[in-house]
């Protein structure tokens, strides 16, 4: 069994030229084998009729020394009576033929048996010649004639007894010759059954071989070749392929190779079906756009979610049915036509506007329409999205009167600021005013009215910074702030800041030491704020620095930020007061209000005019003494806020 | 007001108009002028006859309030200009507690000469005042040809 299976492997594992030689080799073999048989037949055959041949003549020669002999031993007994010449023809005619055919018999004869026999045939005849010659010499001789008749009887008899002897012998060899002629015979048929046996044989092995290399070829490489085209077959149809031998051979390796053809084609396939389905689920599930797809003529053939949500049709409701059923009436005669016709000559068509749902009412919809081809660039058909604007409009229009409100709103609070500001500074300016001219023609009065005038002034001016700085605050938050913002140069604000404000800080008794930039440092910011957030920073250190020694302003470039310090080494503020510096009318110290000049709102002020800018104000406390700081952008912020315009 | 090229007395001589809705603006605006020696100020706290005086008067300067009721100083600023000869150097003085940028610009665009917050330092207004009745002076001087 293994030896079997050994074999077919072995087989199945040469290729295919040695097969289709073995399968033509074979029969060709088993017919030259059959010739051969066959020739060897009939030689035998021709053989065999030799022999009978040769016995019909062995016993044709045989009979013919018996009557030659019989016939000239009768001629010469009668040329012996009659001393008649004519008797001695059939003796003359045996003397000149028996040679040749004793000659011919000796030839002829092969069976060992025969040959005794014919060995002793060729004696008696001899004899019987030499007793015929001894005969009919004393038939001649006169003198044998008148003397003893009986010499010549005797020699009579004698020959006739070597006749019967020889006769006797010539039968033994005749019979002898019958049995070999019998078994000869018997061969020759023996042959001729053998040659017809083998004839049928050869032919049946013969058509064995063919069938045997018919079914070779039907059975091992045709089968296995209809295998394989099942096997492409089903490659072609994408499905699994039947497994195959792994056999070594041309069909084998074809086999292999079409097998991993197709594990790579059905990877792909799976990989392409996998991406298809994850593409199909999430067009399907896509819940905010409706996607679906329309044939050449504008027949709806494919419907996702977000269509079903935005237009109400279920997918089975609308399939089959023409798309030209979501514009309504005043649109459906012409725009589908005109979108296929523009999607069909541009590739895309985009339109905003009315769509029907399936309830009848409309929805304002942004729709793309997209013609598809195929590989040869043939119109299949065309994929058409739509999106739902209604909620858009709607919040667009909010958002629309929302800013209108604002600007309304920010208009009016402009408006009452405005207005704000004039009533507030008209009695300003009669009190002012007044109190100015009254300053001025100060002679006329009397001391204590002259102190009543001063306080009045004081009074009067304070609230007008109050008031001044409470409308900016004001302009600020309501995004009124005028700020005019441009490229500046900090060393050189600082220089001017510097100049105002020295005879402030000298006036308190300090050093101003002024600390510029090495580099041209520029700043996206508005001049006059910038001046006025430093001046309200170096006037408050003066302010506030009773026991100290100096005031120092300085700036340097701090990334995409100038940084501006102002810096003093007097008392400084307590930490817990840190927190509320920038708080409007929280000033520090409730108890210095007497003492120190002031609103209340500049470190508020300032640092809503930073922010407005782009920048940052802090306080940090070094070692020793106070140091504010607020920082610029260099550039104009991306996105500039409406601020100020 | 020394070197000046117009005598004193010639300027408080001039014509002054002064409108604005408050009382007190205009009695303030009018003590300053008295005291500086003015003596032919003409004053309406009702801008809706300010045009009718402007007319009337002809004034040489206008102290002109904006922020008023029924009519602004703007409208009558244009009113003023329509009324007024082409050539007619007759200037007119802003005063007004609105201090935005926007209402200055405005103001100067539609032809005043000078703009003056409220409220005002009153040596400031006087001196301005003055500037600008010489500055009129010397352009009538020069429009009547070499003297």
Known sequence: MTVLRGLTRFWADRPLALKGLVVVALPLAILLGALVLLYAASNAEVRAEEDVRRAVAIQRDTYQVHALLAEAAAGVRGYALTGEPRFLEPYRKAEAELPQT????????????????FNRINDLTVRKREGLKRIVDLADDPAARRGEPSLIEQALVANKIVLDAMRQEIDLMQRRESVLLEQRRARVDDVRDRFLLLTAISALVGLLGSLAAVYLFSTGIVRRVRMLEANAELLARGEALTNLPEDADEIGKLAQRLARASALLRGREQALRESEERFR????EVRDYGIFALDRDGTVTSWNLGAQRIKGWEADEILGHHFSRFYPDETRAFLPGEMLERARTAGTAEDEGWRLRKDGTRFWANVVITALHDEQGELRGFAKVTRDMSERRRSEEALRVAREEAIAASLAKSEFLSRTSHELRTPMAAILGFGQLLELDEDALDPRQREAVSQIMKAGRHLLALINDLLDISSIEAGGAELENAEIDLGELLQEVHALVAPVVSAAGLQFSLQGPE????AWADRRRVVQVMLNLVSNAAKYNRTGTMVRLSCRASGRFVRVEVEDDGPGVASAEVPRLFTPFD???????????????????SKRLIESMGGKIGYEAPDHGARFWFTLPVRPPATKRGAGS | MTGSLVAQSEIHARRILIVDDEEANILLLSSVLEREGYGNIHTTTDPTAALE????????????????????????????????RPDAFRPVL??????????????????????????????????????????????ERLRAGPA
Do not use: W
């Not at chain 2, 005086?53 to 602004?72: K, T």
């Not at chain 2, 926007?102 to 005002?120: E, Q």
């Open chain 2, 53 to 84: 005086a402007f007319i009337r008067i002809e004034p040489d300067l206008v102290l002109l309030d904006l922020m008023m009721p029924e009519v602004d100083g703007f409208q009558l600023l244009e009113a003023f200009r329509r009324h007024d």
């Open chain 2, 94 to 139: 802003v005063l007004t507690a609105d201090t935005t940028i926007a209402a200055r610009r405005r103001a100067l665009a539609l032809g005043a000469k000078d703009f003056v917050s409220k409220p005002f330092d009153v040596v400031e207004i006087a001196l301005r005042i003055a500037n600008l009745l010489e500055t009129r002076i010397l352009y």
């Open chain 1, 587 to 605: 000033r520090l110290g409730q108890q210095n209000r007497s003492r120190i000049d002031g609103t209340g709102l500049g470190l508020a002020l």
């Open chain 1, 281 to 284: 689920l999430v067009i399907e």
């Open chain 1, 102 to 117: 004793m000659q011919r018999l000796d030839e002829a004869i092969r069976d060992p048996e025969v040959r005794g026999h």
């Open chain 1, 519 to 522: 580099q041209p440092l520029i």
